[in-house]
């Protein structure tokens, strides 16, 4: 019996050593997850019974941070590149010319290249690179086409999608998890729409937010039992996050709202801008009134105007060419409206990253995570290195650390469950596709010699 141990082990570490070139392959998979304006402490006043069982059988950062500028494309191409917002340049959810004035609005960028693709790769493009197979299931930024190349297989969201359809959701998660089971996919990244709309439709603060939240908290009880029946527990590893969080918007009578065109002549001095899209407004003063415009802006309440040049460096976005020179962050729940209120919006985000109200979740489970951890708050960049660790890629260049993540880990080589180093032996096919079967079967028969 010793012997024959002796013999598996000599086996294992030799299918290991067969390993190196097709490393990814041998990798476990991974599906990312992002319920879209999932505030971090969402689950704090409702019954969630299946969050909860995820903390105790995976990972959970107590909140993340989103990059500065909490909105949903910009932080959503943050999570998948790993670069800061100055980076890569989504700097808001609509397209945009300052030049021609030209705007394009958010649902219609998801397929326009030329917003996306500006040199920095996601990860989805990095990872085909090196062998892997991958996909986008409404995932912001997976319809573009990143140097000519697009993302393997890719469903963008239809212009009329309606965000909560329970049995929708579930279909989509037996969709993706037959790319895994049955095409061999090994990251699928996949988008909801909820709890964003109703938290602008109805206010975080209510009966209808929490309502959502059960039904998320369904559908990952959902994701659990359609892992284990298509086969996946074992090899599947899964990121659920979001790309920002949601506050209450304050409104008359109790507080002034702000109207900009009150404090500057918005048509005389500007000859771009994007406001009333929530807490934060971005615009291009006439030549020659840049002073005039930012002394303007200065002098209006619940708000903080910056030139770009010379925003917080915490912010990285000053570095962005595509930001006009002006940039407004409202205080929170302040929306900053242009001329008139038109703005119908419940709750909203789009303010400083710093508020808790703009916070959101990070929660990971699988073969490759330990159980029952709960770590420290982070920032959203660094979820990238770690999602380049679980597939055994090298990462492109990106300001993300793993010294913060690494702690979500399994010790490398401890994996839960049955023995890694023996499924070679117990499932060739299964295994590297390279020298590992070969040498495993000239193993087994010398142990079947010995014996
Ligand atoms: C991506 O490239 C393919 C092939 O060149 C092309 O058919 C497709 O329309 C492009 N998609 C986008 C969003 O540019
Ligand atoms: C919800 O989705 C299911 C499955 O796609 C569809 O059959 C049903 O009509 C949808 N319900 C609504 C109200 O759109
Ligand atoms: C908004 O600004 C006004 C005027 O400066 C100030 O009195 C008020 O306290 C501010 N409101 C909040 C909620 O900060
Ligand atoms: C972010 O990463 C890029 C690529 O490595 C680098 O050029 C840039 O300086 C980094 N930004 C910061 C703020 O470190
Ligand atoms: C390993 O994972 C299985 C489910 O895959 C679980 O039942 C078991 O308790 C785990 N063991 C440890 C030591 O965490
Ligand atoms: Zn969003």
Redesign the pocket.
Known sequence: MKKLQLLLLVAAALSAAGKPASKAVGANKLLLISFDGFRWDYDQDVETPNLDQLVLDGVKAKYITPPMLTMTSPSHFTTITGRWVEDHEVVHNMMYDSKTNQKVSHKKTL???EWWDNGVLPLWITAQNQGLKTASFHFPGG???YS???VNRVLVEEFDHPDDNETEWRQNVDTVLRWFSEEDFHLVTLYYGEPDNVGHAKGPDTEDRKKIIRQIDRTIGYLREAIDRHSLTDSLNVIITSDHGMTTVKKRPQVEEIILNKYLNLIKLASFEILDYGGFGILTPRPGKEQEVFDSLSKAPNLTVYHKDQMPESFHLGKSERLPPIVVVADLGFNLNSRFIVYVNKGDHGYHNGEMDMKTIFRAFGPDFRRNFVSEPFDSVHIYPLMCKLLQIHPAPHNGSMRVTEPLLLPSGEHNGSMRVTEPLLLPSGGSQLTAPVSVTLLLLVIFTVL
Do not use: C, P, Y
């Open positions: 397929t326009r290249s319809g573009a086409n000519g190349q697009a």
